[in-house]
């Protein structure tokens, strides 16, 4: 949530050509009662691109994934792991792990309104509910409706007493229930999620599930996806330089800002590009202290290039 915005997501393509991108969690109401475009416009360079979808309600998620699919997007995810108060007050994410016929039904409708995919973004569990025969009665149901594919984040949720930031650390992992999952359902596409921070790890897990969601850390430090779309995709593509990144970006930029977006929406997700990097340090600061002001434009991002090497 707040970070995998269209501007985010456009600078994650120049980084890895490969990569399924995901859409911020939608509430499914507010596609029905707000502005579409807002909400679901995006670039077309982000394909393939999934829309993830947060609610309860069969018919008003049906016809939020009708306008996703008229929009363009490959594939529907409903959002089954998000432990926020404000999520489980509407009675949506992980708290309707516990009623597993729900969800089926939300998967279903979907199904008969859409003919693109649907997947679930999922936990292990939820509080004392965190048996491996708790997950797989969640999955069974939905997997009958017509869900093929889980991305199951590898901790459970502790829906009362914990922060939205604490569930995503203090619940330990437990990546061998995932691998189990994929071993028990074969047929099933099963991606892991959670505390993915090197490329060591994420081929590790590969051998145990079809894939790898991250998330924090690409925010974190974007650049890592250049390494790690050449270690998954076996090859060496031509690598994209940190400053054609930037040059492309303020392309980017030119385009959006006439569209309405403001500068500092740009190059908020752009301040882990140079991690590690000598002069990284002064290009943030840059960066943060001039993209805010009012007549900020594209020609930011080609100045801040002279605080690092140009490589």
């Not at 490329?199 to 969601?213: P, S």
């Amino acid at each position: 949530m707040d970070r995998t915005d269209r501007h985010f997501r456009y600078l994650l393509r120049l980084l890895s050509p490969d990569a399924v991108l995901y859409t911020e969690m939608v509430v499914a109401q507010a596609i029905e009662h707000g502005d579409p475009e807002r909400l679901l416009g995006y670039d077309p360079s982000e394909h393939p691109l999934v829309l993830q979808l947060g609610g309860s309600e069969p018919s008003v998620l049906a016809a939020a994934a009708r306008e996703g699919e008229r929009r363009g997007y490959d594939a529907i995810n409903l959002n089954i792991g998000c432990p926020s108060d404000r999520v489980q007050s509407g009675s949506f994410g992980a708290c309707l792990m516990s009623q597993p016929q729900v969800v089926a039904n939300c998967v279903r409708a979907i199904r008969e309104r859409v003919a693109i995919p649907v997947t679930i973004k999922t936990r292990i569990g939820i509080d004392d509910h965190d048996s491996y025969e708790f997950l797989c009665e969640f999955v069974e149901p939905a997997a009958e409706a017509g869900c093929t594919e889980f991305i199951v984040h590898a901790r459970k949720a502790i829906l009362e007493g914990l922060s939205p930031a604490e569930n995503r650390s203090i619940p330990p992992l437990c990546y061998t229930t995932v691998y189990r999952l994929k071993r028990d359902y074969p047929d099933l596409c099963i991606a892991l999620n959670g505390g993915v921070r090197t490329t060591a790890e994420a081929l590790d897990h590969l051998q145990y599930v079809d894939g790898v969601m991250i998330g924090r850390q690409a925010y974190k430090e974007p650049y890592w996806l250049v390494e790690l779309q050449e270690a998954i995709a076996g090859c060496a593509p031509s690598r994209p330089s940190r400053q054609d990144v930037v040059c492309q970006m303020a392309d980017y930029a030119e385009v959006a800002l006439s569209a309405g977006a403001r500068m500092n929406h740009i190059t908020r997700h752009m301040l882990g590009l140079y991690a590690g990097e000598p002069g990284a340090r002064a290009w943030r600061r840059y960066l943060s202290e001039n993209a805010y002001r009012a007549n900020a434009g594209p020609d930011i991002l080609l100045q801040s290039l002279r605080y690092v090497d140009r490589r």
